[in-house]
């Protein structure tokens, strides 16, 4: 009876909501979206756009506590740089800073806030001494992403070039990084993306996207001795036959843990009368393990990146080369909707494999 006057009462007012979204496009735009919903229609629009992510805008990080989104350009000549903006309650970006950073096959740290005069407070250079089995995408190292683990006790870059996860324990007191021993992953794996799990019996899985290999392995990871970790490779799925027709094979992209489900990007599988792939798989809790559920259309070719958002309902996927944030529903089961909820264009069109199109989407919180 309660429940019932309830909802009768949410539905006389027209509940509505809004939650807002951060995406960048290769043309050095950076947008700020806003999802609105009204009963049980979402709209999805551009509230404001601004520059200042130098020429190749590449990857968004949102930091909610400090309403600070960073972004990294990784432009392919002159200086690369990395590059704060000011978000306020409504997601409006603002004083836009950019920081130099030494470029290609390093990590490096800064101190915050950035300033136009910021220099690394650490730099780390990698080599290796000749090319991997890929020769055209493992010429060099090439670390794609830094990834804290659950504790945030230590930080990994899965690097792409080198077949390795490079590990550092974090020493919270200075935000310094101590090198641990990088791990090795098969050659030709070529890892991209990763992200971890604290199971409910203490176990710690790590779920890495193999891009070149077009697979998920599936890590234990151990401490021994309290130091620094270990990965015990669990399994290897592939469950997106490479497409030979599509241009340039079908690759893995991302991966994120929600709950005990693990959702990926698949790009150039094009299973969907041409579009391509957003998976879902179910996470064992005792092992981590994971079995492939479900495959939906990303409604656009090469999704590049995903979010999930905070609540768990709704996952932004950004598709590079049609250039569209496309927003599916997550059911309580973790299913994911057939049909987007809400689904937005921005800016030009990519062309397959190249610098262009939608880099990174991000939800504001
Ligand atoms: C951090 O490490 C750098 C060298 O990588 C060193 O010069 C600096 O003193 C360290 N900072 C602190 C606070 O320990
Ligand atoms: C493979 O990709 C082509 C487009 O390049 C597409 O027409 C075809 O349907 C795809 N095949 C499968 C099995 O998804
Ligand atoms: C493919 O994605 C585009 C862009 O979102 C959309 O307009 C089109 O309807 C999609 N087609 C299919 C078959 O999913």
Same mark, same amino acid.
């Given at each position: 009876? @309660? ?31 806003d ?22 805008p ?51 740290t ?13 730099? !780390? ?24 683990g659950? #504790?945030?006790? !230590? ?33 030709? #794996?070529g ?14 899985v ?18 021994? #001795? ?27 992209a ?19 009368s ?17 079995d ?21 309902? @709704? ?20 299913a @994911? ?8 264009? @921005? ?19």
């Open positions: 009876m @309660l429940s019932y006057s309830l909802l009768a009462a949410i539905s006389l007012v027209g509940f509505s909501s809004a939650e807002t979204l951060f995406a960048s496009h290769y043309s050095g735009q950076i947008y700020t979206l999802l609105a919903k009204s009963g049980s229609a979402y709209s999805l629009s551009v509230a404001s756009k601004i520059t200042g992510c130098g020429a190749l590449a990857w968004l990080t949102y930091d909610a506590a400090g309403s600070m989104l960073y972004c990294s350009d990784e432009t392919f000549s002159g200086g690369a740089s990395i590059s704060s903006f000011k978000a306020d309650s409504k997601g409006v970006l603002s004083n836009a800073i950019k920081a130099s950073t030494p470029q290609t096959s390093k990590v490096t800064f101190k915050l806030p950035l300033t136009a005069s910021s220099k690394p407070q650490q730099e !780390f250079t990698f080599t290796m001494s000749g090319p991997g089995p890929n020769a055209g995408r493992q010429d060099a190292p090439h670390p794609h992403e830094v990834v804290l659950p #504790n945030g006790d !230590f930080l990994f870059a899965p690097d792409l070039g080198a077949d390795l996860i490079r590990v550092w324990q974090v020493v919270k007191s200075t935000g310094n990084l101590t090198a641990c021993p990088a791990i090795k992953v098969p050659a030709g #794996n890892p991209r993306h990763a992200a971890f799990k604290k199971m409910s019996n203490g176990r710690m790590v779920y890495v996207a193999n891009e070149l290999a077009n697979n998920i392995a599936v890590f234990r990871v151990t401490y021994p #001795n309290g130091g620094c970790p270990a990965f015990q490779l669990l399994e290897d799925i592939t469950p997106f036959a490479n497409n030979a027709t599509a241009p340039y094979g079908t690759k893995v991302e991966v994120h843990v929600l709950a005990d489900h693990l959702y990926s990007t698949v790009r150039n599988d094009k299973s969907f041409g579009n391509d792939t957003v998976a879902a798989f179910s996470i064992d809790g005792v092992t981590g393990e994971v492939f559920v479900e495959a939906q259309s990303s409604w656009g070719t090469y999704p590049r990146t995903f979010a999930i958002n905070a609540a768990g309902t @709704l996952l932004a996927v950004g598709d590079q080369t049609t250039a569209n944030v496309a927003i599916l529903s997550i059911g309580s089961d973790g @994911l909707s057939e049909e987007p909820v809400a689904n937005i264009r @921005l800016g030009s069109a990519g062309h397959a494999e190249s610098e262009d199109g939608l880099s990174s989407v991000v939800w504001a919180e």
